[in-house]
């Protein structure tokens, strides 16, 4: 179906995205960081980005920042991931990110969401 990136510095979470969506038909690739996520990105061209807001080494903002500087990236839809509240992030993130997904999330949720995202 489509290849996704997951940028999440929690395994607990980052595995649990990787088997729902692996066992969806999906192909995942992992980053544990907004750094390691640019250099997955250029790797893999996935075909969406599902990140965490708060990460050590680059956090989400300054990820989506960097990615969308790139003209090759700037249509990759993304979803980004956080325990504060949607309006809580907007100021740091607004108008990068194509869909907000609140921790903790229900599997049901965030496959619905890609779905309506990559068809």
Same mark, same amino acid.
Not at 30 to 43: T, V, W
Not at 97 to 105: D, Q, W
């Given at each position: 179906m489509?290849?996704?990136l997951?940028?999440?510095?929690?395994?607990?979470?980052?595995e649990v995205l990787?088997?729902a969506l692996?066992?969806? +038909?999906?192909?995942?690739v992992l980053a544990?960081n907004?750094q390691?996520?640019l250099?997955?990105?250029?790797?893999?061209?996935? *075909?969406?980005?599902? &990140? *965490?807001?708060?990460?050590?080494?680059l *956090?989400?903002?300054?990820?989506?920042?960097?990615?969308r500087?790139?003209?090759?990236? *700037?249509?990759?839809?993304?979803?980004?991931?956080?325990?504060?509240p949607?309006?809580?992030?907007?100021?740091?993130? +607004?108008?990068?990110?194509?869909?907000?997904?609140?921790k903790?999330?229900? &599997?049901?949720?965030v496959?619905?969401?890609i779905?309506?995202?990559v068809?």
């Amino acid at each position: 179906m489509a290849r996704i990136l997951v940028i999440e510095d929690e395994f607990g979470i980052a595995e649990v995205l990787q088997s729902a969506l692996t066992d969806a +038909g999906h192909d995942v690739v992992l980053a544990i960081n907004g750094q390691q996520g640019l250099e997955r990105l250029k790797e893999t061209r996935p *075909d969406l980005v599902i &990140l *965490d807001f708060m990460m050590p080494v680059l *956090d989400g903002p300054g990820m989506l920042k960097e990615m969308r500087s790139v003209p090759e990236f *700037d249509n990759i839809p993304a979803i980004l991931m956080s325990s504060l509240p949607e309006p809580a992030i907007m100021q740091e993130a +607004g108008g990068m990110y194509n869909r907000f997904l609140r921790k903790p999330f229900s &599997l049901r949720i965030v496959l619905e969401m890609i779905n309506s995202i990559v068809g």
